[in-house]
């Protein structure tokens, strides 16, 4: 545990080893550092492991090859005990983040930082199930992780500033550009991104087409993708999650769930995901229908 002094990062412990932790997997071991991936069951292992030779797969053979000799794939969180930083990427919920953060205090070096990828929970009430919450710290990276530049550091009531220094450092070693979020509801981007696609829901609601929405947005506001076009990309599902913590956080009702969002997620229109949303889709091409 050299790395605090150096303040330098040798090894990370990621835990979950889904969409979001494999995507995290990937770029730390890029960028030449070693990597221990944990999950539950060998089957949730071999998924992630999946993910990421595809995300390496038009690299050349021998740069795949020292990529996957940094990464060690296991049940047993333990194997990463040793590393100087943990993140966190199990499913959005306070009961299992929790857990999950408990069992790290006690295993991790006290020096160890403890990271979460939430993307609406506190990290202050995640700290809270620690011993070290001036050492608990969000990472919330975007999806893609390996494409999408962005990594979010999340300032909960009592990370330190040493805290937020490394993870300034860390994100420089794997390549990403940040920004500070104090922790409230939505951090910075989805607090301005997700009342945005809220807003054109309702448009799409009074009667206005998907297609004219996003069309706008892009030549109008320079945008590059449409708000509609995105929120099928992130998940119906998923933006209803977070705008529901933004109302329920600042109980505003600036935050409002549009109606339509929450048909859409009844009917299991979550977007790319499942065919449908405010657009649909094929497995291989997509369509130009309109969800109304
Ligand atoms: N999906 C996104 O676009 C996105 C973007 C930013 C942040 N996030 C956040 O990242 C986190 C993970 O999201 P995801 O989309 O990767 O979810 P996911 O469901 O794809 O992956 C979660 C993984 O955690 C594993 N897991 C569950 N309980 C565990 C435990 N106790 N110990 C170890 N592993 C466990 C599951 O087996 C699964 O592989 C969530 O907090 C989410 O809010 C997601």
Do not use: W
């Not at 090894?11 to 979950?16: A, H, N, W």
């Amino acid at each position: 545990m050299s790395s605090l002094l150096s303040n330098h990062c040798n090894q990370v412990l990621v835990i979950g080893c889904g969409l979001m932790g494999a995507g995290i997997t990937q770029v730390i071991a890029q960028a030449g550092i070693k990597v221990i991936a944990s999950d539950r069951t060998e089957a949730d292992l071999k998924r992630g492991e999946k993910q990421i030779l595809k995300g390496i797969s038009k690299k050349a053979k021998e740069k795949q090859e020292v990529i996957l000799s940094n990464i060690t794939f296991t049940t047993n969180m333990e194997a990463g005990k040793d590393s100087d930083l943990v993140i966190e990427a199990v499913p959005e919920k306070i009961e299992i983040k929790r857990e999950v953060f408990k069992k790290l205090d006690q295993l991790m070096n006290p020096n160890a930082i403890l990271a979460s990828n939430t993307s609406s929970l506190s990290i202050a009430d995640i700290s809270s199930a620690t011993t070290r919450p001036e050492k608990v710290v969000g990472l919330h990276f975007f999806s893609p992780v390996p494409i999408m530049r962005l990594l979010e550091i999340v300032r909960g009531i009592n990370t330190s500033e040493e805290t937020i220094q490394f993870s300034h450092l860390f994100a420089e070693q794997i390549g990403k550009q940040v920004i500070v979020a104090n922790d409230y509801p939505g951090f910075t981007v989805n607090r301005v991104l997700v009342p945005m696609i809220n807003e054109a829901a309702f448009l799409v609601m009074e009667g206005n087409s998907p297609e004219e929405i996003d069309r706008g947005m892009m030549l109008g506001a320079n945008h590059p993708i449409g708000p509609l076009k995105l929120a099928d990309m992130v998940g119906i599902d998923v933006l209803l999650n977070t705008l529901e913590s933004m109302y329920d956080g600042f109980d505003d009702s600036k935050y409002r769930p549009c109606p339509l969002l929450k048909r859409m997620v009844e009917a299991g229109h979550y977007g790319k995901k499942s065919g449908k949303g405010f657009y649909e889709y094929e497995t291989r091409r997509e369509t130009v229908h309109a969800f109304n």
